[in-house]
T-cell receptor, first 112, second 116 residues
Framework: KAGVTQTPRYLIKTRGQQVTLSCSPI?????VSWYQQTPGQGLQFLFE???????NKGNFPGRFSGRQFSNSRSEMNVSTLELGDSALYLC???????????FGPGTRLTVT | AQKVTQAQTEISVVEKEDVTLDCVYE???????LFWYKQPPSGELVFLIR??????QNEISGRYSWNFQKSTSSFNFTITASQVVDSAVYFC?????????????FGSGTRLQVQP
């Protein structure tokens, strides 16, 4: 069974631009969560989607948004990029509510 | 609020040594889950173990073992006879079980370097 895939793997953007990252969960997994990893703040939860509905949200500004499609694939969008948004963005999927999450390889975003 | 503390920022050992990674957590809930993940240089977080708050039995999986003690709010991870391939950053994480609060709260990670 294929693991969680994320595209693109690397991205370079300029301040003020917007970016969309994509995540395809493991087949059969309906929950997709997004995390941001930076050297300073560590791993922080962004949001979780389940059956196309946002079920949980972390403490991030409204510039960070996401959505989930009927096939469970998810996208996250960051508008008006700031230098501090440079990070590894990790997507994770799981089958149900209390299960372990399986992570993708991440998208490394660099904002210049 | 929940919190996970991994006080050891970096540990360096020589191959075949045993090493224990510490994890201390804080939560107000009586039902919760604890996890360990490994992050090799490639960046992908690899799931190692999940433990729920009602199961205090220690677990062993090959060279890996975990010691869960609710009395001290700790969930420590031991690698026996470490190998170079164990070099990675290890994260302990906590998830509260009640509805709406299932996000993982991660510790800051412990970087393990195993020298040949």
């Amino acid at each position: 069974k294929a693991g969680v895939t994320q595209t693109p793997r690397y991205l370079i953007k300029t301040r003020g631009q917007q970016v969309t990252l994509s995540c395809s969960p493991i087949s059969g997994h309906r929950s997709v969560s997004w995390y941001q990893q930076t050297p300073g703040q560590g791993l922080q939860f962004l949001f979780e989607y389940f059956s196309e509905t946002q079920r949980n949200k972390g403490n991030f500004p409204g510039r960070f948004s996401g959505r989930q499609f009927s096939n469970s694939r998810s996208e996250m969008n960051v508008s008006t990029l700031e230098l501090g948004d440079s990070a590894l963005y990790l997507c994770a999927s799981k089958i149900g509510t209390a299960d372990e999450q399986y992570f993708g390889p991440g998208t490394r975003l660099t904002v210049t | 609020a929940q919190k996970v503390t991994q006080a050891q920022t970096e540990i360096s050992v020589v191959e075949k040594e045993d090493v224990t990674l510490d994890c201390v957590y804080e939560t107000r809930d009586t039902t919760y889950y604890l996890f360990w993940y490994k992050q090799p240089p490639s960046g992908e977080l690899v799931f190692l173990i999940r433990r729920n708050s009602f199961d205090e039995q220690n677990e062993i999986s090959g060279r890996y073992s975990w010691n869960f003690q609710k009395s001290t709010s700790s969930f420590n991870f031991t690698i026996t006879a470490s190998q170079v391939v164990d070099s990675a950053v290890y994260f302990c994480a906590l998830s509260e079980a009640p509805t709406g609060r299932r996000a993982l709260t991660f510790g800051s990670g412990t970087r393990l370097q195993v020298q040949p």
